[in-house]
């Protein structure tokens, strides 16, 4: 049998913990087997308050959870510095957060885990700890080694979408998007899309950045100067790039038939797409790494977190999404 998938902690105070619960006790409609880097104190009184039937088993090492995955949620221990309150952040727990990551991606690059599955985490309350990074990718790709830089992929049955820039506003995207950037997204897409997902011959379409992808120019040279010679180099490399097309016609049904993945040159045109589509079923994969993350595409919602009423369903999705790309990037790297 294959490793188990190693799940972080997420925010302590989020909803990490109910869905990870939630998520065990789907088990039986295919979800792959897990263990969980977390406080097994907090995990046992989150579904006491939640009236969830789960029982856990502290395990000391991830072979251990394959053989009680059926009969127990495993958890590799994992202690909180303080109790954990549902909807109230507490930064003296940040380390804990940020440990349960380090260890997800320890195991996980030694074999003992196939893929690391992330639970949502709460960026301020780790910087009010000194955390350095921007959010889990960037941490993800430091810990993977040097010269490592990860790529953004938000995925689902009906569409995969990579943003180029991210967490910038609007105002700056067009300042900072060079054609060296759009050119590693590519690159990194392609070989992602061959390698994790067993497409033999990746086909991305890339969004222009102004309306009607600029028109020739009458709405912004972008396209003319900086999208357009990315993707003239991703074509000599033997890259199908696409585009730059209008991302207004980009994401219908009969659109998406024609590409594996939609480049988009912003952050809200490549995730409202998707979370349209499909605002449950979406993962956030991180491509470009030595090893397989997926994480659920929402984030803490500390404003229902201890109520019950949180869906697993997007945490489900990306527990089974890291088993198929795990998969098939092992057989893929077999030859």
């Not at 995990?43 to 072979?63: H, N, R, T």
């Not at 790709?141 to 569409?159: C, D, I, K, N, W």
């Not at 490399?237 to 480049?263: M, N, Q, V």
């Amino acid at each position: 049998m294959p490793a188990p998938l190693a799940l972080t902690m997420g925010e302590p105070a989020g909803i990490g913990g109910e869905i990870t619960l939630k998520s065990w006790l789907s088990r039986a409609e295919g979800v792959p087997p897990f263990f969980a880097i977390d406080s097994p104190a907090r995990l046992d009184a989150l579904a006491s308050a939640l009236k969830l039937p789960v029982a856990l088993q502290e395990i000391s090492e991830p072979g251990e959870a394959a053989s009680l995955f059926d009969t127990a949620l495993p958890v590799l221990p994992l202690e909180l510095a303080a109790e954990a309150v549902p909807g109230k952040l507490d930064s003296a727990n940040a380390g804990a957060v940020i440990e349960s990551i380090k260890r997800a991606v320890q195991l996980t690059q030694s074999g003992a885990a196939s893929a690391v599955v992330t639970n949502p985490i709460h960026k301020s309350a780790l910087y009010a700890a000194g955390f350095a990074h921007p959010g889990h990718t960037e941490f993800l790709a430091e810990l993977a080694g040097p010269g490592y830089r990860a790529v953004m992929m938000l995925a689902s049955a009906e569409l995969r979408v990579v943003p180029v820039t991210i967490h910038i506003s609007l105002a700056e995207v067009a300042r900072t998007l060079m054609p060296e950037e759009i050119i590693r997204c590519g690159r990194v897409t392609a070989q992602a899309l061959a390698r994790d997902f067993g497409v033999a011959n990746p086909r991305l379409a890339f969004a222009g950045l102004n309306p009607h992808a600029g028109e020739d120019g009458a709405m912004g040279a972008e396209e003319i100067e900086i999208i357009t010679p990315a993707l003239e180099q991703l074509r000599a490399e033997g890259i199908d790039a696409r585009g730059p097309l209008s991302a207004d016609t980009l994401f219908h049904a009969a659109a998406r038939k024609t590409y594996d993945a939609a480049i988009c040159m912003f952050h809200d045109q490549a995730l409202i797409p998707i979370k349209t589509i499909d605002f449950d079923g979406g993962v956030n994969t991180t491509l470009g790494l030595p090893f397989v993350r997926t994480s659920p595409d929402h984030g803490t919602a500390l404003d229902i977190a201890g109520q019950g009423t949180a869906s697993e369903t997007s945490l489900i999705a990306a527990l089974r999404l890291a088993a198929e790309m795990a998969a098939k990037r092992a057989v893929w790297e077999a030859g």
